[in-house]
């Protein structure tokens, strides 16, 4: 069904659809609409990309759960964990896991999703400005870096950042799909973090196609 479709039959909300119309009509003047209010908008629906449900998500879930290079990690950060469907179950291969959205109403609900997992913690914030000193072994980007890509300053700056952010030796790991396909970020870490590729992976999924990296920092 054409997402007019289901917008007259009440499948999706009127605000959902200009919230669409907001985001592709920046997309094509080579922006991306990613402030702090255009996301706490969009969770004004409970779950607006149907992670709950989807079981297109819950395949990606886990695959990408199974191409981390080891069983376990000390401390793990997964950057844009929305209402915290994957976070719940990527609490299963750490013994912290840090889990950052830069939306208010994304955090409360991922914090109620994950009261049973005393090691998971999330926080409010962005990358751009996100620090952490005892750093992390893993670090999960799925699905929004791309929402950073046209903003040349900001990539420079979350190139560096994932960077500082890795222990010696830990892992980076990447997600993207849908038009985020064709970005170059694996290109960029290399470039501005010194980080090295271990492998990259594209599925093409009937759904949505999408790929998968890992890259480390040396040492």
Known sequence: MSRLGRLLWGKITPRRVLLRLVEATNARLGRRAQGRLYFEDLYRERDPWNYEE??????????????????????????????????????AKADEVIALDISARACRRARMRCADQPQVHIRRGDLVHFVDAAGFDLILCAEMLYYLWDRPRERAIVGSRLGALLRPGGWLALVFGGSGVGQDWEGELERRAGLVRHETRFFDDPVRSWRFSLLRKPG
């Open 54 to 91: 989807s079981a297109y998500e819950q395949v990606k879930y886990a695959k990408t759960l199974e191409l981390l290079p080891q069983p376990r990690f000390q401390r793990a950060l997964e950057v844009g964990c929305s209402i915290g469907v994957f976070t719940h179950q990527l609490a």
